[in-house]
């Protein structure tokens, strides 16, 4: 049932209008004015609300957002953080996130193509995320990326918030 989610790294806003065309209320988060410029205009041109923020997804504690969240969605955002950044994304979505809560994350593989993000496994999720469950994992459909990355496998994680 649709609740409160979080679009960590939200882009252009396309997951976070479709979201709030749903039911959902939304916070969408992203580091880039560009981008969220272009997802405030489609989600003006959807006629639905969300709340957009212009900020790093590192601070997410500092941001003001309420508590018990129940989705957090990232399609493409852990995976190219450093390892403190991680940290201080994986606490700043726990705090957020109500008991029961689900993180939808998209992320490719570790690869060692120039200039790519860094990657991720299943492994350091549950480490990272360790008042969370891994309960699913899978490969993701989508068409293949273009360019370098079309080769590194991406994968879909679902996590529930213990």
């Not at 493409?76 to 726990?94: E, I, K, M, P, S």
Request: glycine share 10%; charged share 20%.
């Amino acid at each position: 049932p649709a609740g409160r989610a979080l679009d960590i790294g939200c882009g252009t806003g396309t997951q976070s209008v479709y979201l709030a065309q749903n039911g959902w209320r939304v916070t969408a988060i992203d580091a880039l004015e560009r981008p969220l410029a272009r997802a405030r205009a489609r989600a003006d041109a959807a006629h639905v609300d969300v709340q957009w923020i212009n900020a790093d997804v590192t601070e997410l504690g500092a941001l003001g957002i309420e508590p018990g969240l129940t989705l957090a969605f990232d399609r493409g955002c852990f995976h190219g953080l450093n390892d403190r950044q991680r940290a201080a994304y994986a606490a700043g979505v726990t705090a957020l996130a109500a008991p029961g809560a689900i993180l939808l994350m998209m992320a490719f593989a570790p690869s060692r193509v120039p200039g790519a993000p860094s990657g991720v496994k299943d492994t350091e999720l549950a480490a990272r995320f360790d008042a969370w469950v891994l309960s699913a994992t899978r490969p993701d459909s989508q068409g293949e990326p273009s360019g370098p990355m079309r080769n590194v496998p991406r994968h879909w994680y679902r996590l529930t918030r213990g």
